[in-house]
C-alpha cells in the first residue's frame, strides 16, 4: 500500500502546481482533523458551531497562506480561537450519539467496570478525575506496567469491550497499540501540563488521519470518564469480572470519521512559491471550498442524527 501525503506536500501540489485533486484531499484531512479536536474538547453538540465556523474561516482564508511551514499553526489558531469563545474544554457529560446507538455512554462503561480487570478500572477511573494528582497517577500507572503506556493499554482494553461486547462500531482497535501514542489518554482526560502542549498534541494528531478517528470515535466515552463513569465501580482486584451482558438495543451505524491515515508529516520551513496565475488557480480555490462546504454539510447531518 503506498504512502498517503502529508497535508504539507498535499497544499504544494495544490498551490504550486494547480493539482486540484490535492486540494481536495487537504481540505477532507483538515475537516476530519477539525471533528476530532472539537468532539474532544467539546463534544458533539458544543462543538458544533466551532467546527463549522472554523471550516469556514478555512475555506476563505486557505488562499491567503503562501509558506508550507505557516499551514498548520494557522489552521490550528482558527479552530482553537473557536473553541475557546465558546468557553473551552467542556467538563464532561453523558451524552448519547449514533455511535452508541443513542444509548448513554455512562451506562455502556458501567458495564464495562464489570467486565475489565479491576485494575485497568481503577486506572481509567483516577486517569480521567480531575481530583487525583499526578503522583497518585504516577504510581498506579507503574504499578501495571509504566507510565502512561499501562493507561493507553486499558483505553484500548475499554474499547474492544465497547466493540466486541457492546457491539459499539469502534474502528480503530489495535491489538497491540503503538507506545509511541502514549500521551493520548491524558489528552483526552485533560492532563497535559499546558495550553501549549495541548495545542503541539493536537497539531501532531494532523499527522495521522486514522489517529483523527480514534480520537473522534472515543470522545463521547471520554466525557463520560471525566465526569465520573468509572467513580464507585473499581472492584476489589481479588473479585472476579463479571461475565459480559448482552447490548440492550441494536447499535447503530457508526459516526463519520476519517478512513485513512498518513505518515507522519516532517516540517518543511522552506516558502511555498505562489500559485499559478490565471484560471485554473481559481477552479482551484473553488474546488475547496465546496469541499469544505460539503464536509460542513455532513457535519450538519450527523449532528442531526445524534441531537
Known amino acids: 500500500m503506498s504512502e498517503q501525503a502529508t497535508v504539507q506536500q498535499l497544499f504544494k501540489r495544490w498551490r504550486n502546481e494547480g493539482d486540484g485533486a490535492a486540494g481536495q484531499e487537504m481540505a477532507q484531512k483538515f475537516s476530519d482533523w477539525y471533528y476530532a479536536v472539537t468532539?474532544?474538547?467539546?463534544?458533539?453538540?458544543?462543538?458544533?458551531?466551532?467546527?463549522?465556523?472554523?471550516?469556514?474561516?478555512?475555506?476563505?482564508?486557505?488562499?491567503?497562506?503562501?509558506?508550507?511551514?505557516?499551514?498548520?499553526?494557522?489552521?490550528?489558531?482558527?479552530?482553537?480561537?473557536?473553541?475557546?469563545?465558546?468557553?473551552?474544554?467542556?467538563?464532561?457529560?453523558?451524552?448519547?450519539?449514533?455511535?452508541?446507538?443513542?444509548?448513554?455512554?455512562?451506562?455502556?462503561?458501567?458495564?464495562?467496570a464489570k467486565a475489565l480487570p479491576a485494575q485497568q478500572v481503577e486506572l481509567l477511573a483516577i486517569t480521567f478525575d480531575p481530583t487525583v494528582d499526578e503522583d497518585r497517577l504516577g504510581d498506579a500507572a507503574e504499578a501495571h506496567g509504566g507510565m502512561p503506556h499501562a493507561i493507553l493499554e486499558a483505553r484500548y482494553a475499554l474499547k474492544r469491550f465497547l466493540r466486541d461486547t457492546a457491539q459499539v462500531r469502534l474502528a480503530v482497535v489495535p491489538d497491540s497499540p503503538n507506545l509511541d501514542l502514549a500521551p493520548l489518554p491524558l489528552y483526552e482526560a485533560a492532563r497535559m501540563r499546558s495550553e501549549a502542549e495541548e495545542a503541539a498534541f493536537e497539531k501532531w494528531l494532523l499527522s495521522d488521519i486514522e489517529l483523527c478517528k480514534d480520537v473522534a470515535e472515543f470522545a463521547t466515552f471520554a466525557h463520560a470518564l471525566r465526569a465520573g463513569a468509572f467513580k464507585g465501580q473499581v472492584r476489589s482486584s481479588s473479585a472476579p469480572a463479571a461475565a459480559p451482558s448482552a447490548p440492550r438495543t441494536t447499535p447503530a451505524a457508526p459516526v463519520s470519521a476519517p478512513t485513512a491515515g498518513p505518515e507522519a508529516p516532517v516540517a518543511d520551513a522552506a516558502d511555498a512559491p505562489a500559485a499559478k496565475k490565471g484560471g485554473s488557480g481559481a477552479l482551484i480555490a473553488v474546488g475547496v471550498v465546496l469541499l469544505l462546504v460539503l464536509a460542513v454539510i455532513a457535519a450538519g447531518l450527523l449532528f442531526f442524527f445524534v441531537g
Open 39 to 112: 468532539a474532544a474538547r467539546l463534544g458533539d453538540k458544543v462543538g458544533r458551531q466551532p467546527l463549522e465556523t472554523a471550516c469556514q474561516q478555512f475555506e476563505a482564508g486557505i488562499v491567503q497562506v503562501k509558506r508550507t511551514s505557516d499551514l498548520v499553526d494557522w489552521a490550528h489558531s482558527l479552530v482553537a480561537a473557536q473553541m475557546t469563545a465558546v468557553g473551552g474544554r467542556v467538563a464532561g457529560g453523558d451524552f448519547p450519539n449514533a455511535l452508541t446507538g443513542n444509548r448513554s455512554p455512562t451506562e455502556l462503561l458501567h458495564a464495562a
